[in-house]
């Protein structure tokens, strides 16, 4: 990970995932792989809306970009049917 790179991730006792990432010094972009399955995945916007994340397969989400200095990204990835919590 390149210096200045914040990564952080909780999972809730629902089962949903909450990722967040943010850069400091760089402008970064990749994709993120989660250790537990997901349903979906939202990104929450600045001005408050969520935005499904279509570039999604139960673990990985694709094309992140996290722009130095900018809002930190929040994805919540909200668990699949059927999973047991």
Not at 21 to 46: E, F, I, K, V, Y
Request: proline share 6%; with cysteine.
């Amino acid at each position: 990970m390149p210096a200045g790179f914040h990564l952080h991730a909780w999972r809730l006792e629902t089962g949903t995932q909450i990722v967040m990432g943010w850069d400091t010094l760089n402008t970064s972009g990749g994709l993120l792989r989660l250790p537990m399955r997901g349903g979906s995945a939202w990104l929450h916007q600045p001005d408050g809306t969520l935005r499904r994340v279509s570039a999604f397969d139960g673990y990985t989400i694709r094309g992140v970009s996290v722009r130095e200095g900018e809002i930190p990204l929040l994805y919540e990835i909200r668990p699949a049917k059927g999973c047991g919590v």
